[in-house]
């Protein structure tokens, strides 16, 4: 009875995997324009879309947090980009990954930046994170999805999402 209960509980797993990630597609890769605009003014909007791309790119980019010498440089590194909420849920896997040895030999960067919902002040937005082995030239990629909102330091990534393809 409990391996039947296992199979049941494993299946509604998989099945869960697949419809978040349909969901997400549809959410993400299908959208034309964004879904919520708020009352911005075109060239507010133009701005703040700019700025929310700009810094999806240089969070997925960046990769100086890897070097990080003590805890309080990897938070400032980190709230380049991301809230202070965010940050205390990363840092101590974070820093735990830098004080492995590890050889990085990856390019990485985000792609098919779409943004989903913006307003003043919060955006949801979904993209694909492209690792390129620059040893082997193998290509990985990965679907995320990101809440941001404005802060007084501008926009930061208040939930990051990874979807594994």
């Given amino acids: 009875m409990a ?4 199979e049941v509980i494993r299946r509604c797993l998989v099945l869960y995997k697949y419809i978040s990630i349909v969901l997400f597609m549809s959410l993400c890769f299908f959208i034309k324009t964004p879904s919520v605009i708020s009352d911005q003014s075109n060239d507010t909007l133009i701005k703040n879309k700019k700025e929310i ?9 960046d990769t100086e947090w890897m070097r990080a010498s003590t805890r309080k440089e990897l938070d400032t590194i980190l709230g380049r980009y991301y809230t202070a909420l965010l940050i205390s849920k ?13 050889d990085w030999d990856y390019f990485i ?5 779409k943004i989903a919902s913006i307003s003043e002040n ?28 404005k802060t007084e330091n501008g926009w930061r990534i208040n939930q990051l999402i990874i979807i594994d393809s």
């Fill in 109 to 113: 960067k985000a792609e098919n930046i």
């Fill in 122 to 149: 919060k955006a949801i937005v979904c993209f694909e994170i492209i690792e390129i082995d620059t040893l082997t030239c193998n290509k990985f990629s990965n679907k995320a999805k990101c809440h941001l909102i």
């Fill in 3 to 6: 391996h039947r209960n296992n």
């Fill in 90 to 102: 990363l840092n101590n896997s974070t820093w735990d990954f830098i004080n492995l040895p590890t």
């Fill in 53 to 61: 791309i700009d810094l999806i790119k240089k969070s997925v980019a």
